[in-house]
């Protein structure tokens, strides 16, 4: 009986503690939440053995991830909130070299959303942000782990 009760208030406890943060933002910085996206979309183009694609929301301050016929499949949070944060977000593709120098930069193309292969066969690319015109960021993900590249090598 007393094992009963004392269950019973442990739950009530978690309970509690839990509830408020249901409600809250995905605490992850933008680039965080970047990087887990990239690593849902490759997942679902593995599993589901199709392209997906990933897209930034900037009305909703949140990356979408949907099938290759346009079905949503996962959406991910940010912290942050378009009624509060101006986001501005662009993506671009890194175009194959044709041989390069030590001083060239590659070659790169603007596109409204990167897309992943089920076999993992991406092209690498980069993702730009102004975040209300502070703050702004960049990050590009290495096609052959989905990882961003180490900040000294971009």
């Known amino acids: 009986m007393i094992v009963l009760g004392l269950m019973a208030a442990l ?15 995905d605490p992850r910085s933008l680039e965080e939440s970047l990087v887990y996206a990239v690593q849902e979309a490759r997942f679902y183009a593995a599993q589901r053995k199709e ?57 790169r193309r603007e596109v409204d959303r990167v897309q992943f292969a089920p076999d993992r066969s991406e092209s690498p690319f980069t993702a730009e942000w102004e975040l ?14 989905g990882r961003p590249f180490p900040q000294e090598t971009r």
Do not use: C, H, N
Request: hydrophobic share 35%; glycine share 6%; proline share 6%.
């Open 11 to 25: 739950s009530g406890v978690i309970a509690f503690s839990v509830t408020p943060m249901l409600g809250r933002k």
């Open 51 to 107: 392209v997906t694609q990933l897209f930034f929301q900037p009305e909703q301050a949140q990356f979408e991830i949907r099938s290759a016929d346009g079905s949503t499949l996962q959406t991910v949070t940010t912290r942050y909130s378009k009624v509060k944060d101006d986001i501005e977000w662009q993506w671009f593709i890194q175009m194959p070299a044709e041989g390069f120098r030590v001083d060239d930069r590659p070659q």
């Open 132 to 145: 209300d015109i502070q703050d702004r960021g960049s990050v590009t993900i290495d096609p052959f782990s």
